[in-house]
């Protein structure tokens, strides 16, 4: 079901008002849940609610793990250490649309679907968009991006963008990339993949990033590229067909609001490890207030206005569940000029 509350003030039950009250809610909610299970953001994001103003996320250290004792041995004890932390501060969010009386007295059908349909979108298309806006930046390499109005912090919690050849650990200091330069191919995929795979925590511990989603934006060439790459069991760079081992073990996403922020004729591709990202809070996104529709009566015009406000924000904590290749600038992985 869509995550939608609706309120109705006084006035609304009478013979003009209230015969349109239940048609445009049902609609709005019919639209809210084929959204609602198209969203490319709920893939892209660890989605969570909060019940405050704003959230800090923290990582933690791995333990050292289980030592040999022997018999009656006393028990070791294992510590987890604070990694870097991110506070994410809810905005909000407003629409509002209105139906005149004499909409409603004529039964204009297309406008009483038209406008709650234009209204509903816009909810829906504000998030997407909200969200391919973080993604884009990154991929851009900014710390910052601008949206409706208003400027949010897209850093990782270390400080750095979140694609970047300079993160630091917290404790040793050691610098990890998640930024290469490579164009997509099937060695770069596998050369990406095992960059990912060999991640460090803040304490240099080993972690267990295993990427398995690709997401690109909406070019022909790259989505040829992948698609080739990944879409046979044969590998497709060899004569004699031989096995491919990256066949059918990755989900792609294909997301044309990335392009806006995609430099003409670049083709970056980033790799995401959906579990990391859920389990450790790589790209979070927070939902406070749930999309809250009023309907009312204005006393002045006589019209019907329907008002919707919702909070929520996203950010980026943890880095370590993506990293993108085709980056400006970046070192390359294959020719040897990075780790």
């Keep these: 079901?869509?995550?939608?509350?609706?309120?109705?003030?006084?006035?609304?039950?009478?013979?003009?008002?209230?015969k349109s009250q239940a048609p445009i809610r049902l609609f709005i909610e019919k639209r809210g849940e084929a959204f609602e299970q198209q969203s490319v953001i709920k893939a892209l994001f660890?989605?969570?609610?909060?019940?405050?103003?704003?959230?800090?996320?923290?990582?933690?250290?791995?333990?050292?793990?289980?030592?040999?004792?022997?018999?009656?041995?006393?028990?070791?004890?294992?510590?987890?250490?604070?990694?870097?932390?991110?506070?994410?501060?809810?905005?909000?969010?407003?629409?509002?649309?209105?139906?005149?009386?004499?909409?409603?007295?004529?039964?204009k059908i297309i406008d009483l679907k038209k406008k709650p349909a234009a209204f509903i979108n816009g909810y829906y298309r504000t998030r997407e968009k909200f969200g391919a806006a973080i993604f884009g930046g990154a991929i851009a390499g900014s710390s910052t991006v601008s949206f409706a109005g208003k400027e949010f912090d897209i850093t990782a919690a270390d400080g750095e963008n979140l694609f970047s050849e300079a993160h630091p650990a917290k404790l040793t200091n050691t610098i990890q990339s998640n930024m290469f330069a490579d164009?997509?191919?099937?060695?770069?995929l596998g050369m990406m993949e095992v960059a990912m795979q060999n991640f460090k925590g803040d304490n240099d511990e080993n972690l267990d990033v295993a990427p398995d989603t690709i997401l690109i934006p909406n070019v022909h060439s790259l989505k040829k590229a992948v698609f080739?790459?990944?879409?046979?069991?044969?590998?497709?760079?060899?004569?004699?067909?031989?096995?491919?081992?990256?066949?059918?073990?990755?989900?792609v996403i294909v997301w044309p609001y990335l392009n806006q922020f995609v430099t003409e004729g670049s083709t970056p591709w980033v790799l995401i490890d959906s579990r990391y990202n859920n389990e450790y809070g790589g790209a979070v996104w927070l939902d406070r207030t749930p999309l809250d529709v009023r309907s009312t009566i204005d006393e002045a015009t006589d019209a019907n206005i329907w008002r919707g406000y919702s909070r929520f924000s996203a950010g980026i904590a943890d880095w370590r569940f993506a990293c993108i290749g085709g980056a400006a600038g970046a070192s390359k992985y294959l020719d040897g000029t990075s780790v």
Excluded at 3 to 18: A, Q, R, Y
Excluded at 228 to 251: C, L
Aim: proline share 2%; glycine share 10%; hydrophobic share 30%.
């Design 46 to 107: 660890a989605m969570s609610s909060s019940k405050h103003y704003a959230e800090k996320l923290t990582s933690l250290t791995g333990m050292d793990g289980f030592k040999a004792v022997g018999e009656n041995g006393t028990y070791p004890t294992d510590m987890m250490q604070e990694g870097y932390s991110k506070t994410i501060e809810h905005m909000t969010w407003k629409d509002s649309f209105s139906l005149s009386r004499e909409i409603i007295e004529d039964s």
């Design 228 to 251: 080739e790459a990944i879409g046979a069991d044969k590998d497709p760079a060899t004569s004699n067909n031989g096995y491919n081992y990256q066949f059918g073990r990755w989900t």
């Design 183 to 188: 164009e997509f191919s099937v060695d770069a």
């Design 1 to 18: 079901m869509s995550n939608i509350t609706f309120t109705e003030s006084s006035g609304l039950n009478d013979s003009i008002f209230g």
